[in-house]
């Protein structure tokens, strides 16, 4: 399987992404920089979480007008897979891969704290490692997460299964009290309508080596490479 992440000036996990990923596929992975229209042929493209342009418009705003998500929008309208961690899934909304806009944090506060959420479906090459239901503890960072659409692409979302994941208590029962940032129905992580396209706030990237303090992002990136051989 080959791979690309994009890097944008204010990017900060996009070598934690490339390290997750050369350890789950054993291939080297190729770093694309923004201002380039020359995107490399592969099989999954990841956009990583940070805070591209410095977020200095809103998160992901100035980052989904960059030359290369032009090649990663075409990519996406191919068939390939992306991945959209954090600051990246802010992007995929943003250039319209993905509906619904990621808002401020309802407690107007920057989280940085593990968090529980639980495996909505098992039904895609992004999820193929999990169970559905599973309950997981992955990373989150960010300032706007608090993911927000309207009713209806919300109901067609739960009637497409297109909600990935979803923050819960650590029993797996979603609840405000599992909700760190407000985002409507616990939503923290849709796919498109194919879902080949994933948008996820929580960092699989920072909790796949035990090293780090938790390894429940790995069964992402090794299914994810099983699913891509």
Avoid at 30 to 39: K, R, S
Avoid at 94 to 112: I, S, Y
Wanted: glycine share 12%; net charge negative; hydrophobic share 40%.
């Amino acid at each position: 399987m080959k791979a690309a992440v994009i890097v944008f000036p204010g990017s900060n996990c996009d070598r934690d992404a490339k390290v997750a990923l050369e350890a789950a596929s054993g291939n080297p992975v190729e770093m694309v920089w923004h201002g380039t229209h020359d995107l490399p042929h592969v099989d999954l493209i990841v956009v990583p979480g940070g805070f591209s342009y410095g977020d200095y418009l809103r998160g992901g705003a100035m980052a989904a007008h960059s030359p290369i998500m032009r090649e990663v929008v075409d990519a996406a309208g191919k068939g390939v897979p992306v991945l959209g961690i954090c600051n990246g899934f802010q992007v995929l909304t943003e250039c319209g891969l993905l509906p619904g806009v990621l808002m401020r944090n309802a407690t107007l506060k920057f989280v940085c704290k593990p968090v529980h959420v639980r495996v909505e479906t098992s039904q895609s090459l992004f999820t193929s490692g999990y169970e559905e239901g599973q309950v997981v503890e992955i990373p989150i960072a960010h300032n706007e997460g608090n993911y927000f659409a309207d009713e209806a692409t919300l109901d067609a979302l739960e009637a497409e299964g297109r909600i990935a994941f979803r923050y819960t208590t650590p029993a797996g029962k979603v609840s405000e009290d599992g909700n760190p940032n407000g985002s409507i129905r616990n939503i923290a992580g849709i796919f498109n309508e194919t879902k080949s396209v994933l948008g996820m706030m929580p960092h699989p990237e920072r909790a796949a080596d035990e090293l780090h303090g938790g390894s429940d992002g790995k069964a992402m990136f090794r299914g994810m490479v099983e699913a891509l051989t």
